[in-house]
């Protein structure tokens, strides 16, 4: 998976007056990228994107072998999964930011926002800038192709169509 925020519309030192500019760069152990569906319609699966990379670019593998194939990501035609940002908005006050872009999945994009959270700025204990955020959305799996799915005994469907990706990161300042 690759995702690219651009630049935001309003600048960041606007409304976060921590926020330096610069170039950051992911610092891998205190970030996450994740999903979640409904399976069986009674619970959820979650599933991690082991490893990626921000600049802001990640690239993970697929969660397992069925995942990877065409009922889902399709990963042979398809490696990444990108996400373009078109607008950033946030409150200082309250750190809470929306970010809207496209994400492209399976080669089909579709437009969609991000709701966040933005954790802050500091400098760790070795003279590091770090700054953190959290966001998600949710999307219906159908509207990017992934249209797989399995009936079960109890009348329901294996996995639900909306899909919740939620992105977990800290970054660095590249000095």
């Not at 709701?115 to 159908?142: H, M, P, Q, S, W």
């Amino acid at each position: 998976m690759v995702a690219v925020l651009g630049p935001p519309m309003t600048t960041a030192t606007e409304i976060y007056p921590d926020y330096v500019a610069g170039t950051w760069k992911l610092d891998p152990p205190h970030s996450e990228v994740s999903f979640s569906v409904k399976h069986l319609m009674i619970s959820k699966v979650r599933g991690t994107f082991d490893s990626f990379d921000v600049t802001i670019t990640s690239a993970p593998d697929a969660r397992d072998a069925h995942l990877r194939t065409s009922d889902f990501f399709q990963a042979d035609e398809h490696p990444t999964m990108t996400f373009n940002s078109t607008s950033f908005d946030g409150d200082a006050a309250n750190g809470k930011f929306t970010v809207a872009g496209n994400l492209t999945l399976r080669g089909i994009t579709r437009e969609v926002t991000l709701l966040g959270e933005f954790g802050g700025v500091v400098t760790d204990g070795y003279g590091n800038t770090k700054a953190g955020a959290t966001a998600t959305t949710t999307i219906n799996r159908r509207d990017f192709g992934v249209a797989w799915n399995a009936a079960i005994e109890a009348g329901s469907m294996t996995l639900g169509d909306e899909v919740t990706i939620t992105v977990d990161i800290q970054v660095v300042l590249d000095k």
